[in-house]
């Protein structure tokens, strides 16, 4: 066996033991986080918990508010890859509601091989009535917004600082994602298949919405 091929399995076996080192180390923050508390938890209970040092936490998070949103990070680039492979004849909301739905068909998994659905929502929940993570959490949604608006500029060929319409688009469908997270976190279903459906249903009602007069008559 050659170097090459000797030096491969042990870097792979290196990276799968970081993977669940980092893993662990969000599963931890998000248990104390969301039984005693976002502010009164420290990273020494955190590290302790895992039976690492604070030098191996600060190497996977500049924070604990970096921990607390490993998780949607992960939902975010899932959604991000997803959009990137729309094919280009779709329009620009329809490529977003395809990507989500698409995203959502496969996250489960990935998100329970981190942290049980449960754990998921009780932590959606926790950011929600946790100010310091929901500014923060707005922070995040500002830029993923900015990112998604150039990302369909470009497949459209706009310029996104002199035409409005990626941004409206773009604003308009995060609004909907907003609403349902907070409706499934309220909810009794932790499952990731109850968010996907309350997002597909308040997705196709995008568009009418909008388009038609409630009463019943549509706008010319």
């Not at 490529?95 to 068909?105: D, E, G, H, I, K």
């Not at 310091?132 to 996104?160: C, F, K, S, T, Y």
């Not at 469908?173 to 990731?192: E, I, K, N, Y």
């Amino acid at each position: 066996m050659t170097d090459g091929q000797a030096g491969a399995p042990r870097a792979g076996l290196r990276e799968r033991k970081k993977q669940r080192t980092r893993d662990a180390l969000v599963r931890a923050s998000l248990e104390l986080f969301t039984t005693q508390g976002y502010e009164r938890t420290t990273v020494d209970e955190i590290v302790d918990a895992v039976e690492v040092s604070q030098r191996t936490f600060f190497r996977y998070f500049a924070s604990k508010e970096d921990a607390t949103f490993a998780v949607q990070e992960l939902v975010e680039s899932r959604f991000l890859a997803e959009l990137r492979r729309r094919p280009a004849h779709e329009a620009p909301f329809e490529a977003m509601r395809r990507a989500v739905l698409c995203a959502w068909n496969s996250i489960g998994e990935a998100i329970e091989e981190v942290v049980t659905v449960d754990l998921h929502m009780r932590t959606y929940r926790m950011i929600e009535s946790t100010p310091a993570l929901l500014a923060a959490h707005m922070r995040r949604g500002v830029a993923l917004e900015n990112q998604v608006a150039r990302l369909i500029a470009e497949r459209e060929g706009l310029d996104v600082e002199r035409d409005p319409r990626p941004r409206v688009a773009v604003a308009a469908f995060s609004a909907v994602m907003r609403v349902t997270g907070q409706l499934w976190g309220r909810g009794h279903d932790p499952s990731v298949e109850a968010l996907r459906d309350l997002t597909e249903e308040y997705l196709d009602q995008l568009v009418p919405a909008l388009a038609r007069d409630w009463r019943g008559k549509e706008q010319p």
